[in-house]
């Protein structure tokens, strides 16, 4: 079996790869593990194989690791859906949110984060696949929301992130990670500063590289597969 190290070797030379295709420069693109589910354990494993990026989709389990792994310096990022009695927590321990979609979640984290804190950095999901079942915005709605949100005194708007529905099909991977690049352009013409598209995971990175993406979230390709059913109190 392959190590946590080798895989994550592996998935960043297949990263540079994209990148040199995509014509950008070697290392633009940050690799985002996705840690949901494993071990403090494997976290440690990671960091010691170079990873400094986390992303954790369930708040209380995300705590605990966090408790354990004190001596690292790890910056940790929340990519789940985010429910009203979990701001605080998240803003009090995370450095990104990933998945901001609705005005009223964004004002609860911006009140939560302590002052001793630096600004949260915030990105906008983006549901541009149009699937009722998937979380995020309508692109037609994500000018107000951004607005809103960048007036808010604790949260940095970083850009957008979205999850695409899954498919095998190249050509078709690439048009939702388009999508997301031509209305971040969209928004930075209206006088947003725009740097950040958190896209693309363990089965289609290569593809939203091609297309701008800045930050891929990877999980299974690095940690091996999930448990198919998750435990409620993980939230």
């Known amino acids: 079996m ?3 190290s080798e895989r994550l070797q592996a998935i960043r030379e297949a990263m540079h790869k994209a990148e ?7 290392g633009e693109v940050h690799l985002l593990a996705v840690s949901k589910t494993k071990p403090a ?23 605990g690791k966090m408790a354990e792994l004190t001596d ?16 605080r927590p998240i803003a009090e321990h995370f450095h990104w949110v990933h998945g901001i ?11 939560a984060r302590p002052d001793t804190l630096p600004p949260l950095q915030v990105c906008i999901e983006v ?7 998937k979380e995020g915005v309508a ?14 005194p604790r949260l940095r708007l970083r850009g957008l992130m979205t999850i695409p529905a899954p ?41 939203a590289i091609a297309e701008g993406a800045t930050i891929v979230r990877v999980g299974s390709a690095i940690f091996g597969a999930r448990p198919a059913k998750l435990k409620e109190d993980l939230s």
């Open 2 to 4: 392959t190590s946590i």
């Open 20 to 26: 040199r295709e995509a014509g950008r420069p070697e």
């Open 41 to 63: 354990a494997d976290i440690r494993a990671a960091h010691a194989a170079g990873q400094a990026r986390f992303g954790e989709n369930y708040v209380q389990e995300a705590l």
């Open 72 to 87: 690292l310096p790890l910056e940790w990022h929340f990519i789940g859906p985010i429910q009203s009695n979990k701001t």
């Open 101 to 111: 979609d609705r005005l009223k979640i964004a004002q609860r984290l911006s009140d």
């Open 127 to 133: 549901n541009v696949s149009g699937e009722a079942s």
């Open 139 to 152: 692109p037609g709605e994500v000018l107000e929301l951004a607005r809103a949100i960048a007036g808010l």
């Open 167 to 207: 498919t095998r099909d190249i050509a078709l991977q690439h048009q939702p990670f388009r999508m997301l690049r031509e209305l971040q352009a969209t928004l930075n013409q209206q006088g947003f500063a725009l740097d950040t598209l958190s896209m693309g995971m363990s089965e289609d990175f290569p593809a």
